[in-house]
Each structure stands twice: as C-alpha cells, then as structure tokens.
C-alpha cells in the first residue's frame, strides 16, 4: 500500500524541480544572451514482480515489471538563436553563431542524429571573460561596460579577453570604437586597427558545458572539444545590439501550469493515503 505513496510523494519533488527550473526561466526572461534550460523526469528502476506461491496457494511466476517512483535527473541546456535587440550601444555586443559540420543537418534543437542512430550537437560560439581568480569562463551576455582604466568587462566585471589572451583594453570612449563582426576592433574615425580582437571561443559540444549564474558557463570536456572560432564558422558579432534570451514565455506558462496540476494531483494521492492510513489507526485503537 505504501509504494503508491512513496510513488507520489517522488512525483510531488520532480514536479517541484520542474517549477523551479521554469520559474528561473521565467525571471530571466530580460537577461541579455540567457539560455533556458527544460527539467528531464525519469522513473526508478523498474522492479519485477513476481507472485509468492506457498502450500495452500497456486500463483506461482512473474506477474510483470513496476516502476516505483520518478526524479528529475537533469536540467538540459537549449542553446538555440535568441533574437537580436537593437540598444545602439557602442559597448553591447551580439554574437550570432550557427557554426556548420559537414554532413549534418540540425533540428530546432542543435541536434543531429545519423542512420546509424550517433547523436551530435550543433557547435555554439562564446564571448571569453576571465574571472578574478584567473579562470577562464563562457557567456553569450554582450552588455559589456569599461573600468577606468578602459578595460572591458562583462556585467559581472570579468575581464572580457582577446585573441592575445589578454584583457581588451582601449584608451579613450568606447564611442570612438568600432568592432567588427569578427571582433576585431578599429578606430571609428579612421577606421584603422586598433591592433587588438575579441577572442571567440567555440565548444564542439554544448552539453559539456557547466552553468555558473545565469550566463557563465564553464567547460568540463577534452581540451580538444574547444577551440578558437575561425574564418567560415558562421559566427559573426553586431555592435549596437543584444542577443535576448530565448525562453518562449508562452511555453514557459504552459509548462509551469503543467506542473502546478502534476504537483497539485500527486498531492491528493498523498491525501488519500494519508486518510486511509489515519482511519485505520482508528479502528486498530478500538479493538
């Protein structure tokens, strides 16, 4: 009789993972380059079943398999396209990435699989920050700002990098800069360069990346999984403009009610046990 409670109670948790992680979509909706995730359920190793015969009983043999009981096991990571924001900011930075691999043809997703049922993901390209302990780190989020000193930094402060691995630094406005879509930087009045290039990083698999915060990730893969973007990549960057995040608010909402009614139906389940539980104590007490 417990299992079925056991059941619900871990259908009420998964349910609850679930709200959290669309809820957190849902708050950054307005975070510049945000990638949303979605909660994947999976069930409890299947138990078999089968019937205990004894002297006075015939029901003998498997009677089948059971599932006990569901848990989130991950967040996946979508890391399709966000749409471009125009802020004619010249320190905003969009980066527009849809790197190709011969022979594959990806789905909405960034996800190919091949006759033989191998799965591969689409590349994506990343801004290169570098963190205050040195550790080199991974963002979409373009909205860049300057320290005194005129380096740029990402919105968290990080020391946005070049091609040289060191920290961009430009003397004078950012309003006298130009950079161009491959992220090279020039001087808007002479259109000379200004000797110095953003350094695009490009992750063979998405899914080896590790969120930290909102908009940081960090790689977890083979170095060889990792490399600089080169010319022919498709990957191309727009000053002035913002990458949006692409959470789809509308799903968001289904996806959120959805599991208010999963959570909201698992808890009656608990209800009813919990009655029937309570009403037998009851009647033990009275004999």
Avoid: C
């Amino acid at each position: 009789m417990l299992r079925g409670l056991y059941t619900a109670a871990s259908g009420m948790i998964a349910q609850q993972r679930r709200h959290d992680t669309v809820t957190n979509n849902i708050a950054n909706l307005n975070t510049p380059g945000y990638k949303g995730t979605s909660s994947v359920n999976r069930a409890f190793p299947e138990m078999l079943i089968a019937a205990m015969g004894g002297k006075d009983s015939s029901a003998e043999g498997t009677i089948g398999k059971l599932n006990t009981g569901v848990f989130a096991e991950e967040n996946l990571l979508g890391l399709l396209q966000g749409d471009m924001m125009e802020t004619d900011r010249s320190q905003d930075l969009a980066l527009i990435s849809d790197i190709l691999v011969d022979g594959s043809t990806f789905d909405a997703s960034g996800k190919y699989v091949d006759a033989d049922g191998n799965v591969s993901y689409q590349p994506q390209a990343f801004f290169t920050v570098r963190t205050a302990d040195g550790e080199v780190r991974y963002t979409r989020n373009g909205s860049f700002q300057t320290t005194a000193d005129g380096t740029l930094v990402s919105s968290e402060g990080m020391a946005v990098l070049g091609t040289n691995g060191q920290p961009i630094n430009v003397r004078g406005s950012w309003d006298n800069v130009t950079v161009g879509s491959d992220g090279t930087l020039y001087d808007r009045t002479t259109n000379e360069p200004l000797g110095q290039q953003l350094y695009l990083t490009k992750v063979a698999n998405p899914n080896l990346l590790i969120r930290e915060g909102n908009g940081l990730f960090r790689y977890e893969g083979q170095p060889n999984g990792i490399e600089q973007v080169q010319a022919g990549d498709r990957v191309s960057i727009q000053q002035g403009f913002l990458e949006r995040s692409n959470v789809d608010s509308a799903q968001s909402a289904v996806d959120l009610m959805a599991a208010l009614r999963a959570y909201s139906a698992n808890q009656q389940i608990v209800k009813f046990y919990d009655q029937s539980l309570q009403k037998a104590v009851n009647e033990v007490g009275k004999v």
